[in-house]
């Protein structure tokens, strides 16, 4: 799956899911690949990069699902006649994940 498809999807996926994605050339991208993981207890208690090189190899932490849904659930809120199409809310995503997270 790429990252896009992932956030697509996250309306779907349990609270506690997080999203490890591969960067490109340094970056994540829309189309980089991913996965939405719900980890286990003692997955949780874990260093992020032991969990992807287990269960998502070449990938790395991108963002807890909650974090994004709480992010797309603010922008509906304050962009009630019509949203980004999803390309540039991905874009947004990635900026936060980047620079603010």
């Known amino acids: 799956m790429q990252l896009h498809e992932v956030i697509a999807g996250l309306s779907e996926c349990p609270d506690e899911t997080l999203i490890f994605a591969e960067r490109v050339n340094g970056q994540f991208l829309s189309r980089s ?7 286990s207890e003692n997955e949780l208690s874990l260093p992020w990069r032991e969990v992807a ?6 990938m790395e932490y991108f963002l ?18 019509q949203l980004p199409d999803l390309h540039s809310l991905v874009e947004r995503i990635i900026h936060y994940a980047e620079n603010d997270a």
Do not use: D, F, K, Y
């Not at 690949?33 to 980890?39: H, P």
């Not at 090189?53 to 070449?58: C, D, I, L, N």
């Not at 603010?74 to 006649?81: F, G, K, M, T, V």
């Open 53 to 58: 090189a287990e269960r998502a190899p070449g």
């Open 64 to 81: 807890e699902a909650s974090i994004v849904l709480e992010m797309l659930t603010e922008w509906r809120a304050n962009q009630p006649i």
């Open 33 to 39: 690949a991913a996965v939405a993981l719900v980890l």
